[in-house]
């Protein structure tokens, strides 16, 4: 069995791990979550983030001398723009259709992209360095060490959570976008603009998962079809947190990031099905997930 | 308005598809080689080197093989199993093609050996090292150029007692080329004296390793033996540099740990030893040549894929030249190529009873962004091919 210092490391794991769930599915939390469009186009967004940190930084260390910081800069601004665009192009005529359609047009967008990124960039697998101020580890037990990167990872997480949850629930407005998502009608005559607040907010989505591909990208590695990995577990952390709740999602993401690697160690014949079998088990005690918002 | 525009569009693209397809027809007199390989997904680039291996030895030959022109034509089988019985049998009913070549998947070359026993077309596997392939599946008309998955894995069991370590932890996807080469590991490690002291598993294809690579810390054998392939090594060979393990508990793999993906996994690659059938610097004069002409044609490094592709028309010319032509005389076919050397880059080899290569399998280290030989861990290594009756 494990000793105390073993049970602890793992624990460390499991919080980080589920931190780093909660990063990556913070935009399908808006998208979804939120605005209420089944989007599996998540994934591809979060590929596009990592190709980003992978293909950006030689040109960012070209034009602006380089730095992490400025690559992460550039990555979500050009994200903002791309989420712009696509709200305007297509899925501003899906906020009135049918799941189903909003199912078939994010499907077809992950074929487009993983076309897209095979012709740019091909089809290899690459790396992508961790800036050297946070390329060491600490020592951690006699044996192992703990990359200082995903403790970087981790704060940015928390901070990122901290953030979506203030705007959302203590500002003007994360409040019209509330009421948005209860009732568009109402809150356009409100004299809202509501058009342009969810083509903001759909902006915002993409970002954020851009912006978690570019900040995972040294830990994940950047490959062909790395973000339909992500997908169906993003959808659980939104649908066992409660659809559009930040809150939630945080704690289903810690949640999963325990059952995960306690069961990858314990139970590895179940490890598989551990998640799913959580989430069902959430979904009887609880039908609408942890936290249902509004 | 927006609409019609579109659907325009799209009858347009039907058009110039069924245009494209026919324009193609069938000539009399040429062979028809089915190529099946994945062209999308995450195995696209391992479908690329393999095609261009192919197409690079029939090339040379003067685009003929046994005395007919070759002719290709080309599913793409997305490595996905449930499309996998469709796929094929669009090359058997539809383009009626004379030879089938797939797949990189194991999953999706089961489905092709199946059909490929059932409707008697042959069948050259260029990669999918799936034991069954060349095992219970085995079949007079099914070949392979590449290897089984047992063997870089006994082959690595045998190289690792051989450097002195006593105990052993495997970790792998749970899935079934990771299970045989951990099978094949675990027989050659054992047979030779050592000791596994725990086999872990991810499930396929997850990629978070934390949880394990503690357990691995906790354990301390004296070595840990792994099968990753694609994004997934590039991220458990960083993962397990990361957590410093590298120095204390060196790690070992069957060679598609290494190879591919040496740019991504950078600094932390370096120095690891695995076992495969080829190598970066074989430095035999047949090597040389085909990497030059390799590179010459596609302006792209060949790799290991590459290899197995070009031997798989190696195998087919062979066996054409002795039936003038001829695959539907499966005795001939099959018993020529049994009797032939295959003279591949990888240095020569012969088909084993169950038509699976007999092959030395090199021992080679990481240096920089090349896998050099450092010796042979298994000489002529044989797959046993259990199961195979015929």
Known sequence: MMDIATLLVQCLNALQYGLLLFLVASGLTLIFGIMGVINLAHGSFYMIGAYMAFGLAPIVAATFGGGFFSTL?????????????????????????????????????????????????GDDVHGVQAPPWLAGSIPLGELMTYPVYRLFISSVCVLLALGMWLVFTRTRLGMMIRAGSTNREMVQSLGVDIKFLYRIVFAAGVAIAVFAGMIAAPVSSVYPGMGNSVLIICFVVVVIGGIGSIRGALLAAVLIGFVDTFGNVLLPQAAGVLVYLLMALILLWKPDGLFRAG | MKTRMFRLAAVGAALAAAVATTGASAAEGKLKVGLMLPATGTFAALGTAIENGFKLYVQEQGGKLGGREIEYVKVDDESSPPKATDNVNKLIKRDNVDVIVGTVHSGVAMAMAKAAKESGKLLIVPNAGADAVTGAMCAPNIFRSSFSNWQPGFAMGEAMAKRGHKTAVTITWKYAAGDESVRGFKEGFEKAGGKIVKDLTVPFPQVEFQALLTEIASIKPDAVYTFFAGGGAVKFVKDYAAAGLKASIPLYGAGFLTDGTLEAQGEAASGLITTLHYADSLANARDNAFRLAYAKEFKLQPDVYAVQGYDAAQILGIGLAATKGDPTKKAEFAAAVRKATIDSPRGAFSLSASHNPVQDIYLRQVVGDQNKVIGIASKELTDPGRGCRM
Request: net charge negative; glycine share 6%; proline share 0%.
């Open chain 1, 73 to 121: 800069l550039v990555g979500v601004v050009l994200a903002v723009l791309l989420g712009y665009l696509l709200e305007w192009m297509f899925f501003s005529f899906l906020y009135e259709r049918e799941h189903l359609q909003q199912v078939l047009m994010t499907y077809g967008l992950i074929l487009v992209f993983e076309e897209l990124r095979s012709l740019l960039v």
